[in-house]
T-cell receptor, first 116, second 112 residues
Framework: GAVVSQHPSRVICKSGTSVKIECRSL??????MFWYRQFPKQSLMLMAT?????????EQGVEKDKFLINHASLTLSTLTVTSAHPEDSSFYIC????????????FGPGTRLTVL | KQEVTQIPAALSVPEGENLVLNCSFT??????LQWFRQDPGKGLTSLLL?????REQTSGRLNASLDKSSGRSTLYIAASQPGDSATYLC???????????FGTGTQLKVEL
């Protein structure tokens, strides 16, 4: 199998605080992980590509200083939403490449962030 | 820039009916196209992946087709069941780095 977990599954925080979301590949190594954001009734939008041991590549319009990504090991990537505001409230989903040759990404269950 | 569109946005059908979901993409230079299922408040489950050199893929009651030249893919669901109720997303892989561009989704409801 290829299981990807995310923690926490749900988080509520006050405006101005920072929140860290973890994405783990449980039974495989992932050189590359991806972070997506999904607003209500909308599709998934790629935020950034996270490569183990190097800096993340951010999509146009995504603030790299606000959404800090760290991919310190082959099984863990973290997304930190710094100084969160209500407009950052969204569903954040990560995915991991099990094998780049197969072009298959395995998705985590998502994290619901609510900023008050 | 790749754009992916799905129609209809929502669909309600009685149990047992066969149905077709549509996906269109603007850039035909894709590596593959995938169909996913998303249940409310949950992550994504991969259903079918069609490589750019393939025309279709089948898994159980699901059949996905791909026509690169016209920029279209369809997902056919046979003998629909209430458990098929979910949002179905298609996604195209283009460019380098295995990046997915997702469609807008079709919300399916299969009624008893």
């Amino acid at each position: 199998g290829a299981v990807v977990s995310q923690h926490p599954s749900r988080v509520i925080c006050k405006s101005g605080t920072s929140v860290k979301i973890e994405c783990r590949s449980l039974d495989f190594q992932a050189t590359t992980m991806f972070w997506y954001r999904q607003f209500p009734k909308q599709s998934l939008m790629l935020m950034a590509t996270s490569n183990e041991g190097s800096k993340a590549t951010y999509e146009q319009g995504v603030e790299k200083d606000k959404f800090l990504i760290n991919h310190a090991s082959l099984t863990l990537s973290t997304l930190t939403v710094t100084s969160a505001h209500p407009e950052d409230s969204s569903f954040y989903i990560c995915s991991a490449d099990k094998n780049p040759d197969t072009d298959t990404q395995y998705f985590g269950p998502g994290t619901r962030l609510t900023v008050l | 820039k790749q754009e992916v569109t799905q129609i209809p946005a929502a669909l309600s059908v009685p149990e047992g009916e066969n149905l077709v979901l549509n996906c269109s993409f603007t850039d035909s230079a894709i590596y593959n196209l995938q169909w996913f299922r998303q249940d409310p408040g949950k992550g994504l489950t991969s259903l079918l992946l069609i490589q750019s050199s393939q025309r279709e893929q089948t898994s159980g009651r699901l059949n996905a087709s791909l026509d690169k030249s016209s920029g279209r893919s369809t997902l056919y669901i046979a003998a629909s069941q209430p458990g098929d109720s979910a949002t179905y997303l298609c996604a195209a892989t283009t460019g380098g780095g295995n990046k997915l561009t997702f469609g807008t989704g079709t919300q399916l409801k299969v009624e008893l």
